[in-house]
């Protein structure tokens, strides 16, 4: 089910203003892949534009063509919420509902499926969910509780266990591990390397040995100045970007002179 | 506290809290319109209190109506309580969809503009509202509850007969639902504006759809607020005096029909409407259904509170 995503000539717009200019890349079926870039330089704009998340914000628009298996997703008959079906996204605070149960939770994507499902076969699928997000063991004697109750770690552990449900084709997470303490930060690590087998994940990070440590490919975003659009400075293997990026400023950003 | 004002003798100048003139006055003053709303509350349940004694210990022969302040006091009641739900039953579903369409459907000038509007119709007089109830409401529901009472006759709310001048109980009870309207759309505006933005984006990037993302993000999270301003507008729906006595065909007794033209009055109204004409037991009687009212007013308010409060507990805060 892991899907590619052809992204060529993509700009996105806030109304006037033009956040990110001309990007043009690949991002492998069941891989991981890192945005990383200081702030500001749009990565998450680019992320939040696969699964046109960015247009919940009034007059944000895009140019250019972002491809999934052959389905261009800014089409014009195509509607955004399939898009948002397809394409699950994990935010960087952790954000389950508040108002309902660790259960409830869980299941809440396929219920808006619209799909009747039995009570048996929800079971299995938040059993099944919530051990893909590697909490079961820790939440399984108390589903009917508020999912508010768990730690952040947790929490965002469910939030993902809830984007897994609905069987996404591709995983966004932006920043996930930035308002988590390092322990809970290595659990989710860990479920991503499990993920990507089965999954399309693109992780956006301010935490470069986080995208080292997780990821095969990496991008770099950075821009010239304020209120210049932000670029895709180059896209490369991990492993290269970090010892032998071919951009200076991608360089001068990894060895930590800037951002 | 204590421990400031005992500090130890080390010091040349005794230790105290350093206030400034202007804290001082300023707390004093506070402090003092805190105690002068408790006091005006005070001063006017004893008034209703010591005016009604009258009537309270009065024989029951001697109250209007021969049977006691009690039976005076249960059609009241039981009219303005009917009146009230009719009106809250009307506009809280329409508060909460003009909240939801000026918050999350309408173009932003829309809805700004609407807001004005909505929030103006609480400006308007009651006596106006009165007025328009009689002479454009009342008349223009006349087919209807001709109709009602043909098609709808077998449910006792429409058993009719049918009133030929419109001023029924379900006027009454629609010139009060617009006038609540407001702080019922005022303060759902205000709660599902806050629905948080973190909650609203989890259920869209889950593929909801805009109706979808409100019935998982926003109305649980707006449910208790609703709810405060559905009892605030319940509490003016009671207390309403003048356009229920403009508009509504009082004759006693209590029924659960809506369409006729015998109603019982509301306490609000009545008081208004017989105080001209009272003197002596008959100003106490009407005074001890003003403790009623005040009675069930505060206990409204009270849950209102109660139920505004409890938002806090559910409403995600952690």
């Known amino acids: 089910m892991a899907k590619r995503i052809d992204v060529s000539d993509l700009d996105i717009f806030y109304g006037n203003f033009k956040a990110v200019e001309g990007v043009n890349v690949s991002i492998e079926p069941r891989s991981v892949t890192a945005l990383i870039g200081p702030s500001g330089c749009g990565k998450s704009t680019f992320l939040r534009s696969l699964n046109r998340m960015h247009e919940v914000i009034p007059g944000a628009r895009v140019e250019g063509k972002v491809v999934i298996d052959g389905q261009d997703l800014y089409g014009s008959d195509v509607d955004p919420v399939d898009v948002r079906r397809q394409i699950g996204m994990v935010f960087q605070r952790p954000n389950p509902f508040p108002t309902m149960s660790i259960y409830d939770n ?3 994507g396929v219920r808006l499926n619209a799909k009747k499902m039995k009570k048996s076969d929800l079971d299995d699928l938040v059993e099944s969910s919530l051990k893909g997000a590697n909490l079961w063991n820790e939440v399984k004697d108390r589903l009917n509780r508020p999912g508010s109750g768990l730690s952040g770690g947790q929490q965002q552990r469910l939030c993902i266990a809830r984007a ?13 591990c930035s308002a988590l ?3 809970s930060t290595l659990a989710i690590e860990d479920l991503m390397t499990e993920l990507k087998d089965r999954f399309t994940i693109v992780i956006v990070t301010h935490n470069m040995q986080q995208a080292a440590r997780v ?14 659009p932000g670029r895709l400075i180059e896209f490369n293997p991990t492993e290269k970007i970090f010892s032998n990026p071919d951009q200076k400023a991608t360089e001068d950003y990894i060895s930590g002179r800037f951002g | 506290m204590t421990s400031l004002e005992t500090p130890p003798r080390t010091a040349d100048k005794p230790t105290r809290a350093v206030r400034s003139a202007g804290d001082r006055t ?38 209007a109506g021969g049977e006691g302040v009690w039976s005076y006091v249960g059609p009241l009641v039981f009219g303005t309580l009917l009146a009230a739900v009719i009106a809250l039953l009307v506009a809280t579903p329409l508060g909460v969809a ?14 700004a503009t609407l807001g004005y509007l909505i929030d103006l119709l609480a400006a308007i007089p009651s006596v106006v509202y009165g007025f328009w109830g009689l002479a454009a409401l009342a008349p223009a529901m006349v087919p209807f509850y001709a109709w009602a009472e043909r098609n709808l006759g077998f449910i006792p709310l429409f058993a009719g007969p049918a009133s030929a001048t419109g001023r029924t109980m379900l006027t009454a009870g629609l010139v009060l639902a617009i006038m609540i309207l407001p702080i019922i759309s005022a303060i759902s505006r205000e709660v599902f504006v806050q629905a948080p933005a973190l909650h609203r984006e989890a259920a869209l990037a889950l593929g909801a759809t ?33 356009a229920v006595a403009i508009v509504l065909s009082v004759s006693g007794g209590v029924t659960f029909n809506l369409i006729s033209s015998s109603n019982p009055s509301t306490i609000a109204a009545n008081i208004a409407l017989q105080f001209p004409e009272s003197s002596g037991l008959g100003v106490s009687t009407l005074i001890f259904t003003g ?7 505060l206990a409204v308010n009270m849950l209102a509170r109660y139920v505004v409060n409890r938002r806090a507990d559910f409403s995600g805060a952690n």
């Open chain 1, 106 to 108: 869980v299941v809440a």
């Open chain 1, 164 to 176: 897994i449900a609905v069987q996404p084709e591709v995983l966004l997470m932006d920043e996930p």
């Open chain 1, 181 to 183: 303490d390092p322990i």
């Open chain 1, 215 to 228: 990821s095969e490919q990496t991008g770099f975003f950075n821009l010239n100045g304020v209120g210049q």
């Open chain 2, 26 to 63: 300023f707390a004093g003053l506070s402090t003092g319109a805190g105690i002068l709303i408790l006091v005006v509350l005070a001063g006017v349940a004893a008034f209703l209190i010591t005016e009604s004694l009258d009537a309270i210990s009065a024989p029951a022969a001697d109250i």
């Open chain 2, 98 to 111: 003009i909240a939801l369409f000026i918050t999350y459907y309408a173009p932003k000038r829309i809805a």
């Open chain 2, 210 to 242: 805009r109706w979808e993302m409100i019935k998982m993000a926003v109305l649980p999270y707006g449910k208790s607020g609703v709810i405060g301003g559905s009892m605030l507008g319940l509490g003016r729906a009671l207390g309403e005096t003048l």
């Open chain 2, 291 to 297: 403790l009623v009212l005040f009675v069930i007013t």
